[in-house]
């Protein structure tokens, strides 16, 4: 069954640092996104992407955020200077219009 | 925005028993609800949805139910086993192509054999 993959599954990280967290969506989707879950609180949704483009960010997908999709299979999202309060699960998922399936996830820690 | 709470927080249920979880949306503009199953380490999983146009939908031992004028839905697990104890989120949006999702809070339920 296809699925959605994420790398690194954790990362520890100083706060400041560059970092990158990786997706391969199911092969034939054309809508990625990313999420992420800060420890206690709801799912929340971070930016969609679709035709190599941002078609909706939310508040908290402010300028230290970026997604890229570099080739055909991967989608990445790069967060510039992480804060501690980055500190969070990030789920990638993709959808082929309307049912989105996620990714295990990436625990990313900023210490 | 939309804004979905989703009730119990936590859930103990005997094997064998039903389990229900009750979620409430706040933007009339939702038409599809889906819902997901996340076991420990691993990411959530859809495992039933339902659109506005249905009331109900029934897939073996998990059901949901939507009533659109009260705005909120329902996730029913008959019969239940111990493999189904996870975190289970509810989630709304407005069914369009790569439209986002806004979940629920999420359940934890523990089915004691």
């Known amino acids: 069954e296809p699925e959605v993959t994420q790398t690194p599954s954790h990362q520890v990280t100083q706060m400041g640092q560059e970092v990158i967290l990786r997706c391969v969506p199911i092969?034939?989707?054309?809508?990625f996104y990313w999420y992420r879950q800060i420890l206690g609180q709801k799912v929340e949704f971070l930016v969609s992407?679709?035709?190599?483009?941002?078609?909706?960010k939310s508040e908290i997908f402010d300028d230290q955020f970026s997604v890229e999709r570099p080739d055909g299979s991967n989608f990445t999202l790069k967060i510039r200077s992480t804060k501690l309060e980055d500190s969070a699960m990030y789920f990638c998922?993709?959808?082929?219009?309307?049912?989105?399936?996620f990714g295990q996830g990436t625990r990313l820690t900023v210490v | 925005g939309e804004n979905v709470e989703q009730h119990p927080s936590t859930l103990s249920v005997q094997e064998g028993d039903s389990a229900v979880i009750k979620c409430t949306y706040s933007?009339?503009?939702?038409?599809?609800f889906p819902w997901y199953k996340q076991e420990l380490g691993k990411g959530p999983q859809l495992i039933i949805d339902?659109?506005?146009?249905?009331g109900e939908k029934k897939d073996q031992r998990i059901a949901v139910t939507l009533n659109k004028t009260a705005k909120h839905f329902s996730l029913h697990i008959t019969e239940t086993q111990p493999e189904d104890s996870a975190v289970y989120f509810c989630?709304?949006?407005?069914?369009?192509?790569?439209?986002?999702?806004?979940f629920g809070g999420g359940t934890r339920v523990l089915v004691k054999p």
């Open positions: 998922a993709s959808s082929d219009p309307y049912e989105a399936f």
């Open positions: 339902i659109r506005s146009n249905v």
């Open positions: 992407f679709y035709n190599n483009e941002i078609s909706e």
């Open positions: 933007d009339s503009a939702s038409n599809y």
């Open positions: 092969s034939n989707h054309l809508y």
């Open positions: 989630a709304a949006s407005m069914e369009a192509a790569g439209n986002k999702l806004t």
